[in-house]
C-alpha cells in the first residue's frame, strides 16, 4: 500500500525556516511534487522534483526562498523553507507520480498525503 506522510509543519515568526519532510513507503515514483493551499484560495505548486535525475522546478512564490531535495536510501523528499512571510501560511502536500515529468499539473500525481499546517506569524 502506497503512503506518502508528510511532517515538519509547525508556527514560525515571519523570517524563520521551517523544513518539510514526505515519506513514501510502498514504491519509489519518478516525480515528487510540493503544493500549497491557503484559506479561501486554489491549491498552488510549490515545487517539484525529478527522482531519478534530482532535476528540481519552483513556482514563482518559491524562487529564492525554498529548496526541494530527497534522500534516496530514505525514500524521502524535503522542502526547506525560508524567509518565511505571512502570505506563506498554508497547507502543504507533497505529491508523488509514476510518470517522469516537470510536476508543475496536479493531474499528473497519483498519490497525495495528508498535508501538513505551516503557519508564519508577523
Known amino acids: 500500500q502506497v503512503q506518502l506522510v508528510e511532517s515538519g509543519g509547525g508556527l514560525v515568526q515571519a523570517g524563520g525556516s521551517l523544513r518539510l519532510s514526505c515519506a513514501a513507503s510502498?514504491?519509489?515514483?519518478?516525480?515528487y511534487g510540493w503544493f500549497r493551499q491557503a484559506p479561501g484560495k486554489e491549491r498552488e505548486f510549490v515545487a517539484s522534483?525529478?527522482?531519478?535525475?534530482?532535476?528540481?522546478y519552483y513556482g514563482d512564490s518559491a524562487k529564492g526562498r525554498f529548496t526541494i531535495s530527497r534522500d534516496n536510501a530514505k525514500k524521502t523528499v524535503f522542502l526547506q523553507l525560508n524567509s518565511l512571510n505571512p502570505e506563506d501560511t498554508a497547507v502543504y502536500y507533497c505529491?508523488?507520480?509514476?510518470?517522469?515529468?516537470?510536476?508543475?499539473?496536479?493531474?499528473?500525481?497519483?498519490?497525495w498525503g495528508q498535508g501538513t499546517q505551516v503557519t508564519v506569524s508577523s
Open positions: 505529491a508523488a507520480a509514476l510518470s517522469r515529468d516537470v510536476g508543475l499539473r496536479m493531474v499528473i500525481y497519483d498519490y
Open positions: 510502498g514504491r519509489t515514483f519518478s516525480t
Open positions: 522534483i525529478r527522482w531519478g535525475t534530482g532535476s528540481t
